[in-house]
Nanobody, 115 residues
Framework: QVQLVESGGGLVQPGGSLRLSCAAS????????MGWFRQAPGKQREFVAG???????NYAVSVKGRFTVSRDNAKNTMYLQMNSLKPDDTAVYYC?????????WGRGTQVTVSS
C-alpha cells in the first residue's frame, strides 16, 4: 500500500527553481511532522526540511534561505519550493515522517542540477 508519493523533480540549470510535492495518506499526514530528505550518489540519505501540523519549519543548514517547505492540510500534501539550486542539490528527494519510518520510504523524485 503506497502511502507517500513524491513528484515534481527534473533537470534544472544552476540558479533555477523546482517545486516538489508529496501526497500522503490522511492517517500519516494529519498526525505527524512531515519532512523532506535527499540522497545524492554515493552519500547517505540526509534531512532537508521539516514541518509540523502548525506550520513550524526547520531546515538543514545547506538549504536554509533557498528552500521553503509548506503543507496543505486539506489536501494532505507537502511541498518543497527549491530556489537558487546548485549542482550539490542533485539527489533523489524523498518525503517521510520525522523521524523517518522505514516502511514509508517511497521511490522519491530525481532532481538534477546541471548546465
Amino acid at each position: 500500500q503506497v502511502q507517500l508519493v513524491e513528484s515534481g523533480g527534473g533537470l534544472v540549470q544552476p540558479g533555477g527553481s523546482l517545486r516538489l510535492s508529496c501526497a500522503a495518506s490522511e492517517t500519516i499526514f494529519r498526525s505527524n511532522v512531515m519532512g523532506w530528505f535527499r540522497q545524492a550518489p554515493g552519500k547517505q540519505r540526509e534531512f532537508v526540511a521539516g514541518i509540523n501540523s502548525r506550520g513550524d519549519t526547520n531546515y538543514a543548514v545547506s538549504v536554509k534561505g533557498r528552500f521553503t517547505v509548506s503543507r496543505d492540510n486539506a489536501k494532505n500534501t507537502m511541498y518543497l519550493q527549491m530556489n537558487s539550486l546548485k549542482p550539490d542539490d542533485t539527489a533523489v528527494y524523498y518525503c517521510n515522517i520525522v523521524p523517518p519510518w522505514v516502511a514509508f520510504w517511497g521511490r522519491g523524485t530525481q532532481v538534477t542540477v546541471s548546465s
